[in-house]
């Protein structure tokens, strides 16, 4: 293919759909889409990339190429493709290719061409850094498979042509997705005051399992269940870490499935486990590392809850005498323990039980103090 039966405005579409994009991420595929159809190429990725990790996080794919080809992407085949190596020391705007990395030879021998990027229809790359910052930059790629060949000295020229407007582009996106993320996370930073309040520790995740914020019921942990390993939330406990790192694993390769939530227990010594929820964060998993992937929710029993006298008052009808008692027996107190500290009869403190039973809808001491439990977590003050 020569540029000169390139259209202009094909050129021009492509420039406007990176910049609709920029504002819009859902039309990302759109826009790579037009850049594939521009060279008559197999497909195009925008790739999001970990500087400490030296591996992308997060991308967009176009073209022929299975969307689902991009997770075990970014899991496992990116370590291996020799294009990730020579990445960071590349300048924004310069284009390279496959063709000055590999040949024939090593394509043959490399697992990431014979088991991935072949079969997916791909084999040759031009591509280039898109933008750079402190923690994370992008890469933009055009691939074309072994039958359509690399890209011809007329068509690198072009897409370096359009690289300028290109980077714009991603610079505009950028900016206002760390606009997004410093708003969306106050909002969920927002969540772990909550559970604070409810003594719950807290902790927001990102795509590595490595903290970005947490709560002071959550640093109460750190040191005895729990602790961080180059930033990343690790169990002390040898099995109850393993179950964690499964289950952080599971939510966070699933961002935008709230099915993939789920709890574990963290053995700690001498005392009862802690629970440990994780749960996913939807609509960041596109922003990169800075963003969240995960809340995790930290639940100690051995934490008393006092329950809030003002609800079960409003929500009950208690009494405050009635309301004395049911505090205690939530707290595990016998009726003839919880009698003698409140200096009443057995006799009194029975009947005002059977009368809490009636007005609370329950039948035995357990299920009162399950109720009061439930309560105490979401009404506690």
């Known amino acids: 293919m020569q540029v000169s039966s390139l259209s202009c405005d094909a050129a021009g579409r492509v420039r406007d759909l990176f910049f609709e994009a920029a504002v819009n991420t859902k039309t990302w595929e759109e826009a790579l889409g037009a850049l594939t159809d521009l060279f008559d190429a197999h497909g195009s990725t925008l790739l999001i990339v970990d500087k400490e990790l030296i591996r992308p ?46 040949n024939d030879a090593i394509v043959r021998r490399s697992e990431f061409f014979q088991d991935f990027l072949i079969p997916m229809g791909g084999r040759h790359l031009t591509s280039g850094k898109i933008v750079d910052d402190a923690k994370e930059f992008a890469t933009l790629a055009v691939q074309t498979g072994v039958k359509r060949g690399a890209f011809s000295a007329q068509e690198d020229a072009l897409l370096q042509a359009l690289w300028p407007s290109l980077v ?9 997705s760390a606009a997004t993320i410093d708003t969306d996370v106050a909002r969920v930073r927002g969540m772990l005051d909550a559970f604070e309040r ?103 029993p051995d934490v008393e809850r006092p329950v809030s006298e003002r609800a079960l008052s409003q929500a009950f009808g208690l009494t405050a005498a009635e309301i004395r008692l049911a505090q205690r027996i939530g707290g595990g107190l016998s009726p003839k323990e919880a009698a003698d500290e409140l200096r009443v009869s057995y006799e009194t403190a029975r009947t005002q039980l059977k009368t809490i039973f009636q007005k609370t809808g329950v039948h035995r001491q357990s299920e009162l103090v399950a109720l009061l439990g439930r309560i105490g977590a979401i009404a506690g003050e």
């Not at 075990?72 to 370590?79: H, K, Q, V």
């Not at 714009?168 to 206002?176: C, D, I, K, P, S």
């Not at 390993?229 to 952080?248: M, N, P, T, Y």
Request: aromatic share 6%; net charge positive; charged share 20%.
């Open 57 to 102: 996080v997060a991308g967009w794919v176009a073209g022929k190429f299975d969307p689902a080809g991009m997770q075990p992407y970014l899991t496992y085949y990116s370590r291996l493709d020799p294009a990730v190596s020579v990445l960071p020391a590349l300048p924004v705007g310069q284009l390279y290719s496959y063709k000055e990395l590999v």
């Open 168 to 176: 714009t582009a991603m610079q505009v996106f950028r900016r206002l």
């Open 198 to 300: 409810m003594a719950f520790g807290g902790m927001l995740i990102d795509p590595f399992a490595r903290v970005l914020h947490m709560n002071a019921q959550a640093e109460r942990h750190l040191g005895h269940a729990i602790r961080l390993d180059k930033g990343r939330l690790v169990a002390r406990h040898r099995e109850s870490d393993a179950k964690l790192q499964k289950l952080l694993a599971n939510v966070i390769s699933n961002p935008g499935s709230l099915l993939a939530q789920g709890a574990v227990t963290i053995a700690r010594p001498h005392r009862r486990p802690l629970l440990a929820h994780v749960m996913p964060t939807p609509g960041f998993e596109k922003l990169g590392v800075k963003a969240p992937a995960a809340i995790v929710l930290l639940i100690d």
